[in-house]
Structure formats: C-alpha cells, structure tokens
C-alpha cells in the first residue's frame, strides 16, 4: 500500500516526465521545505510550480491545493500564495490524467468531474477536459 509521499513522488515524476516532453526546462527544488516543486522555464521567463496528486474515481478528482505542517503540536493549513507559485500541476493516479490550474491564491481544493453530474447540473462544475496539461497551458509572463 502507498503512503502519501509515495503518492506524491509519483504525481512529481509523472509531472517532470510531461514537462521535458512538450520541451520545457525544469529545476528541481532541494528539500521538502520549498513553497514550490519545480522552476518551469520556457528558454526566457520562470514559472514556479506546485505538484499536487490525488487518487480520483470515474466520475471525479479531487485536489488539495494547501499546505498543511506541524507547528507547536498543531497542524496547520496554509494557501499558497500567487507570489511564491503560480500554478498547480496536479496528477490523478487513477486516470493516468495531468491537469494545470492557475493559482489564484484563494484555492483551497478543486473537484474536477470527467463525466456529468447525474442532474445535468454544468453551471459551477469543473470539467477535467478544460484544465488537461498541454503544450499552451502554461502562460509566461
């Protein structure tokens, strides 16, 4: 069975893996204490990138988009700001689905839905399909 920084390593190869594919140079961070996973460059300007992973289902994946350490016995949950990470590559285990979410820094978690809801509800919903990792998703600026 994977513990959570199993789950995380996986999300952060996968992720690395996508990256170097559509041709994108990636520095990797040192330590486990860096507000961002990778520097992301395009051969002019620097992008800082959060990796989040999460197991989802067939009809949805949820991602948290906080930071959560131990501070006086305490644990606590933090935002990331726009200032230290502007976006989120997220990795759904289950799926094999790489997703990018600009950071806004009010984000604490996104439910992405690969299918409809039973009530047909669409107003409000996130749907995998509009976030999927491609070539023209991340925006230098």
Request: charged letters at 25%.
């Amino acid at each position: 069975m994977m513990n959570t920084k199993d789950i995380g390593n996986i999300g952060e190869a996968a992720i690395l893996y996508k990256l170097n594919e559509i041709g994108y140079s990636v520095y990797v961070q040192f330590g486990d204490n860096c507000p961002a996973d990778y520097i992301v460059s395009n051969g002019k300007k620097l992008l800082k990138v959060q990796v989040k992973t999460s197991v989802g289902n067939d009809e949805t994946v949820v991602f948290d988009l906080t930071s959560c350490y131990k501070e006086k016995g305490k644990i606590v949950r933090h935002k990331y700001s726009v200032q230290k990470v502007d976006y989120f590559l997220c990795y759904d285990i289950n799926s094999h689905k790489l997703f990018c979410i600009k950071n806004n820094g009010q984000m604490t978690a996104i439910t992405l839905r690969y299918k409809c809801s039973k009530n047909g509800q669409i107003k409000n919903i996130n749907f995998a399909e509009d976030f999927i990792l491609k070539e023209d998703s991340l925006k230098f600026k």
